[in-house]
């Protein structure tokens, strides 16, 4: 059982910057890749992006392209979330998630919910106009 912990969610000035970080333990980290997702009222949680387990591969979604960066210390236990440039529009919960059932890493599926076994708690992200 893999337990997930997110922080570094606050309020945010557009253009600014912010780094969120999902703690796991109970768990071999390394062997989970890890993905961020996030999510507002009324609507269906949204990929935002994803790390194999090394972290030698990553994918991500066309809204975080080039603003975000997903990374990975397996000694800490730690994925990470950069943003830069955050805009309104990315003001979300942001939820870490581990799975552990493919070998390979596919965008095919690294993307969907629905693959993840494990689910942190979320982070609040807002970002001012």
């Known amino acids: 059982q893999v337990q997930l912990v997110e922080s570094g969610g606050e309020l945010v000035e557009a253009g600014g910057s912010l780094r969120l970080s999902c703690a796991a333990s109970g768990g071999t980290f390394s062997s989970y890749a890890m993905g961020w997702f996030r999510q507002t009222p009324g609507k269906e949680r949204e990929f935002v992006a994803a790390?194999?387990?090394?972290?030698?591969?990553?994918y991500y979604a066309d809204s975080g392209k080039g603003r975000f960066t997903i990374s990975r210390d397996n000694a800490k236990n730690t994925v990470y979330l950069q943003m830069n440039s955050p805009k309104p529009e990315d003001t979300a919960v942001y939820y870490c998630?581990?799975?552990?059932?493919?070998?390979?890493?596919?965008?095919?599926?690294?993307?969907?919910?629905?693959?993840?076994?494990?689910w942190g708690q979320g982070t609040q992200v807002t970002v001012s106009s």
């Open positions: 790390i194999s387990r090394s972290g030698g591969a990553t």
């Open positions: 998630a581990a799975t552990a059932r493919r070998q390979y890493f596919s965008s095919t599926y690294i993307s969907q919910p629905l693959e993840y076994d494990y």
